[in-house]
């Protein structure tokens, strides 16, 4: 079973990608069906063109608009043409959590409850188009895993329903919140929107895992061109891939935990206040320290000291070892290089009786794979339902269904 990999080049919309996934052969009759059997086959006329961006050839998604009179959609109703739907479930699921997830975005934007949200141009025909086919899409593909990159945003402003909104629309920001998505930054950046509220919404529910494999061969791949023109090809691609990353995680295999190396910094300091220790060791551990600790002990002259060790990774050490020297005050630091065995671990989010909570996966050396939510998260539970850290672990053990990567194993 292949996997899919959607790589923004530089940003994502919907028509482009369902532009690609048309390319990557997913028939039109395929994309087309569950829009029919919503009822809107006499609301739109649907055509892909080959087309080009700076000379790049891809596939241009055009829909037409027939009704002259569109109608102005809420979630709610859009809620109910889904929920009233025939189509399979798996589908039917996959369509309900992307608009969804727009809905509460605007929702928050606009200080209004979900239900109530205008959609404007996500609710447009065009749009119900390209998310309804994209999603079609990766049923029909039914890939085993789908990766993504990081989309870029863009600047400037842009023309909405709503007026001029700067770039990225609040809505995107709100989803890319929601949905703890990584993005690009490049001060660089051409005037125009890259990413849309549209696409950010397919990203963040399609995709599996938020980074491409690390080893991977491409097996076929599809063009989606944008409307917009940049000094750059506008363009989204859709590939089908072989990823090699997991290839030794089967079930029946026996993981070895990874070995790496670490850097060991530590230092003793009789000669700053407690207040003045505990604010270097949060800078410490701010910057990216594995781990710190610290204790009281007995120095030269019976003064009260303090004894800091800081777990490092070995490529930043030099820029600690100036955090040392920059933010405290001693003048000497003990520093060696090690070794260790870690289980591979990643984070991510699993959905539970109390909706979607960050938990954390380590990978053992039998295949198995443990999960753990967040102690932030667990404590946020008991203050919220009254209940105790035991019940909260319990309910979320026997509850927990589809969890979620934001990044691969490392």
């Not at 920001?173 to 993005?183: A, F």
């Not at 035991?390 to 509850?399: G, M, P, Q, T, V």
């Amino acid at each position: 079973m292949d996997d899919v990999l959607i790589e923004c080049s530089p940003g994502i919309s919907g028509d482009m990608l369902l532009g690609a996934f048309y390319d990557l052969g997913v028939p039109k009759k395929v994309i087309e069906q569950p829009l029919i059997d919503l009822g809107l086959k006499d609301l739109y006329q649907l055509d892909f063109e080959d087309s080009k961006s700076c000379s790049i050839r891809g596939i241009k998604t055009k829909v037409e608009v027939l009704n002259c009179n569109p109608i102005k959609r809420t979630w709610r109703s859009i809620k109910e043409l889904i929920l009233n739907s025939h189509l399979e479930d798996k589908l039917k699921k996959t369509i309900y959590e992307v608009f969804e997830s727009i809905a509460t975005a605007e929702g928050k934007v606009h200080g209004i409850k979900s239900d109530n949200v205008h959609f404007h141009e996500i609710g447009a025909i065009d749009s119900l188009v390209d998310i309804i086919g994209v999603c079609a899409s990766i049923n029909y593909l039914n890939p085993k895993r789908v990766y993504c990159n990081e989309p870029m945003l863009g600047k400037g402003f842009v023309q909405t329903e709503h007026g001029k909104l700067s770039v990225p629309p609040p809505a995107v920001i709100e989803l890319i919140r929601q949905k703890n998505i990584k993005v690009l930054s490049n001060r660089e950046s051409i005037d125009g929107e890259l990413s849309t509220p549209t696409g950010i919404a397919l990203l963040a529910n399609l995709a599996d895992y938020p980074e491409p494999p690390l080893k991977f061969s491409i097996n076929s791949y599809g063009i989606g061109i944008g409307n917009l023109k940049f000094p750059f090809p506008n363009l989204v691609r859709v590939y089908k891939i072989t990823s090699f990353e997991d290839s030794s995680f089967n079930d029946n295999e026996q993981i070895s935990p990874k070995c790496e190396e670490i850097s060991i910094q530590e230092a003793w300091i009789d000669d700053q206040t407690p207040e003045d220790i505990s604010n270097f060791v949060e800078k410490l551990r701010i910057e990216g320290a594995y781990d710190v600790s610290y204790q009281a002990i007995n120095m030269k002259k019976n003064r009260i000291g303090f004894s800091i060790q800081a777990i490092l990774p070995i490529k930043k050490k030099e820029f600690f070892r100036r955090l040392w020297f920059d933010y405290s005050s001693t003048i000497g630091v003990r520093e060696r290089t090690q070794s260790r065995w870690i289980l591979l671990r990643r984070r991510g989010e699993c959905s539970t009786t109390f909706g979607n909570i960050k938990v954390k996966q380590t990978l053992k050396p039998d295949g198995s794979i443990n999960m753990k939510p967040e102690n932030d998260e667990v404590l946020r539970l008991k203050l919220k339902h009254k209940i105790s850290t035991y019940e909260i672990r319990k309910i979320i053990k026997e509850s927990s269904e589809k969890f979620k990567a934001f990044e691969n194993w490392k």
